[in-house]
């Protein structure tokens, strides 16, 4: 332990010479390519990207199981069998993977039933992101059961989405015709400790155009918090043709 100690801080002084006795640019960028050392503390330090944030690319192995999921999916009993002999033994990633692509797929039950599998792993850490990318799918799909399950256990998880999220699903729920549940969502988002963001008021105001009732508390809640600010009024006769394309643009 000495030893290793005793190098990182030989390295760090000369590091530190270096830098005093030569300022050209290109002398200290290398000092401090050799400063920054793999493994060592100021490397471990740095924040980590969320798994389900990073590139998803599925292995044979992912791809084995996606496609024999797919297959099963109408036999339950085969379907759980091949879960607990196969898929629980995928690596991380190969999970992560299958998931992300079963999202883009709008393959809603075999999406809810791995993520049942993430849930329990070994490995899973309750997550913004992974609840986010589930109830995106699921508002996509018009899934409002599978969403409120959802919700709840984030909820039980203690899982606090930043305001931007929070926008983001309002108003996809807005534009995939579930008012009802995106004001929930709104009412959460109001509740939030963060501070609140003139952004994600605008995005939803936007999707709200079709419905005019909700808009204006969405509006009266906006001055409130941002008086300073003006909110973008569309002409009435804009209102039917703005509800039968759904407004996917923000303001």
């Known amino acids: 332990m000495w030893r290793l100690t005793s190098s ?40 980590s990207l969320s798994i389900w944030r990073r590139k998803k690319e599925m292995t044979k192995e992912g791809l084995i199981a996606a496609k024999e999921l797919k297959r099963l999916q109408s036999n339950p009993v ?31 039950f075999l999406s809810m039933k791995l993520y049942d599998v993430v849930r ?41 989405f930043d305001q931007h999220t929070f926008g983001d699903l309002v108003r996809t729920y807005l534009d995939n015709g579930l008012p009802s549940e995106a004001m929930d969502i709104y009412d959460e988002m109001r509740r939030s400790p963060d501070p609140p963001l003139s952004l994600p008021f605008r995005v939803i105001l936007k999707g709200l155009i079709p419905y005019p009732e909700l808009r204006e508390k969405v ?7 941002f008086p300073d600010m003006i909110v973008y009024e569309p002409p009435e006769d804009l209102f039917g043709d703005q509800e039968s394309r759904g407004g996917s643009d923000s303001e």
């Open 8 to 47: 990182f801080l030989g390295r760090t002084c000369a590091t530190i010479r270096l830098l005093l006795h030569d300022t050209s640019i290109e002398t200290q960028r290398l000092a401090l390519v050799r400063f920054y050392v793999p493994g060592s503390a100021a490397a471990s330090s740095s924040p």
């Open 78 to 108: 085969r379907l759980s069998r091949f879960i607990l002999s196969h898929v629980s033994r995928l690596l991380k990633s190969d999970i992560v993977s299958v998931l992300a692509e079963f999202q883009r797929q709008n393959q809603v």
């Open 120 to 160: 329990k792993e070994i490995w899973y850490r309750p997550d913004m992101f992974f609840y986010r990318d589930m109830l995106m799918m699921l508002a996509r799909n018009r899934k409002v059961d599978e969403s409120r399950q959802v919700w709840e256990d984030l909820k039980r998880e203690e899982v606090l």
């Open 219 to 225: 509006k009266d809640d906006f001055l409130e918090l």
